[in-house]
C-alpha cells in the first residue's frame, strides 16, 4: 500500500533554513510528481509547489520563489523540501501528498505524509 | 489574483444531506480545473475524498460525490454521520502547474 514517510518535527530561529523529506513506499515512486502543502496554526491549507521524481524539474507557488528549493534523491523514494529565511509566518505543518495521476500533475492529491511540524522561534 | 471560495461554515442534521460547493472570485470552475476535496480533523493530515471532479479516492464510501453544480465544485455529503464533522477543503489547477486551496468549510453534524 501506498505510504508517505515524513522526517521529525523541527525547531528554528528566524533567519534560518529548514529540510523536511517525504520517504514514498507501496508503489513506482518515479511515477507520481510529489506536491507540498503547508497549513499554519488554525489556518488553512496552502500550496507550495511540486517536484517531478524522474527529472528533478519543479514549480513553485510564486509566494515562495527564492526560498524554496524541492529536491529529490531516486535512490531512497524520498524527496525534500528546504525553506530559507525563515520567519514566524513559516511556522506550520508541512505535508507531502503524492499527485493523484501519473506522469503530469493533473488532478489533485491522492496520499498524504502524517506532517512535518516546523517551528520558527527565537 | 483569483481567489478560490468555499462556505466557511455549514451545518447538517444526522441522516440529512449536504451540499458544500467550490467556486472562483471570477469566473466559473469546470472539470478542466481539476476539483479535488479533502476532509480534515484537528491534529490530522488531510483525507482524500474526491480528485478530478468526482473520482473517489480508495475507501471513500459513496455517500460522498463530486460534481460540477452550475459555475462551482460541489461535494454533496448523504446520509450525514456525526464522523462526517470536520473541516472540508478543495483545491483547484490554476494553470502553468499552479494549485490553489480554498478556505475550508466547517461542517457541522448536529
Known amino acids: 500500500q501506498v505510504h508517505l514517510m515524513q522526517s521529525g518535527a523541527e525547531v528554528r530561529k528566524p533567519g534560518a533554513s529548514v529540510k523536511v523529506s517525504c520517504k514514498a513506499s507501496g508503489y513506482a515512486f518515479t511515477g507520481y510528481y510529489m506536491h507540498w502543502v503547508r497549513q499554519a496554526p488554525g489556518q488553512g491549507l496552502e500550496w507550495m509547489g511540486w517536484?517531478?521524481?524522474?527529472?528533478?524539474?519543479?514549480n513553485y507557488a510564486q509566494k515562495f520563489q527564492g526560498r524554496l528549493t524541492m529536491t529529490r534523491d531516486t535512490s531512497i523514494s524520498t524527496i525534500y523540501m528546504e525553506l530559507t529565511g525563515l520567519t514566524s509566518d513559516d511556522t506550520a505543518m508541512y505535508f507531502c501528498?503524492?499527485?493523484?495521476?501519473?506522469?503530469?500533475?493533473?488532478?489533485?492529491?491522492?496520499?498524504w505524509g502524517q506532517g512535518t511540524l516546523v517551528t520558527v522561534s527565537s | 489574483q483569483t481567489v478560490v471560495t468555499q462556505e466557511p461554515s455549514f451545518s447538517v442534521s444526522p441522516g440529512g444531506t449536504v451540499t458544500l460547493t467550490c467556486g472562483l472570485s471570477s469566473g466559473s470552475v469546470s472539470a478542466s480545473y481539476y476539483p479535488s476535496w479533502y476532509q480534515q480533523t484537528p491534529g490530522q493530515a488531510p483525507r482524500t475524498l474526491i480528485y478530478?471532479?468526482?473520482t473517489r479516492s480508495s475507501g471513500v464510501p459513496d455517500r460522498f460525490s463530486g460534481s460540477i453544480l452550475g459555475n462551482k465544485a460541489a461535494l454533496t455529503i448523504t446520509g450525514a454521520q456525526a464522523d462526517d464533522e470536520s473541516d472540508y477543503y478543495c483545491v483547484l489547477y490554476m494553470g502553468n502547474g499552479d494549485w490553489v486551496f480554498g478556505g475550508g468549510t466547517k461542517l457541522t453534524v448536529l
Open positions: 478530478s471532479t468526482n
Open positions: 517536484i517531478v521524481p524522474t527529472s528533478g524539474g519543479t
Open positions: 501528498a503524492r499527485n493523484s495521476r501519473s506522469g503530469n500533475y493533473y488532478g489533485g492529491f491522492d496520499y
